[in-house]
């Protein structure tokens, strides 16, 4: 499976942007599909992620209230709604697919395919 993210850019505080993350090869049915970012010095985290059993939600404390994940599953796309962006935002966003247990689910080490990433970046 191959996963295409993008939607990235260059976008003042308080603005908003929305990820798209496509996979082609095989169907997100069924699997799980997770956010990630990674700052330049920083070490990768988790930021949301959709699982595969429900549709169950998880966001990582940083972005509640202010990032959405949602699934279409019709264009086997994902995407990650992001409002109210802060400096502290910008990162190389990654998306991922795999079948972590929903306790697990903020760990991308469970996670099987990795999109190549979109840079976020986000001016004061």
């Known amino acids: 499976v191959q996963l295409q993210a993008s939607g990235g850019g260059l976008v003042q505080a308080g603005g908003s942007l929305r990820l798209s993350c496509a996979a082609s090869?095989?169907?997100?049915?069924?699997?799980?599909v997770g956010w990630f970012r990674q700052a330049p010095g920083k070490e990768r985290e988790f930021v949301a992620a959709?699982?595969?059993?429900?549709?169950?939600?998880r966001y990582a404390d940083s972005v509640k209230g202010r990032f959405t994940i949602s699934s279409d599953n019709a264009k086997n796309t994902v995407y990650l709604q992001m409002n109210s962006l802060e400096p502290e935002d910008t990162a190389v966003y990654y998306c991922?697919?795999?079948?972590?247990?929903?306790?697990?689910?903020?760990?991308?080490?469970?996670?099987?395919?990795w999109g190549q990433g979109t840079q976020v970046t986000v001016s004061s």
């Open positions: 090869g095989r169907s997100f049915r069924n699997w799980s």
């Open positions: 991922a697919t795999g079948r972590p247990v929903l306790s697990a689910i903020d760990q991308w080490g469970l996670y099987r395919y």
């Open positions: 959709i699982h595969w059993s429900g549709g169950t939600t």
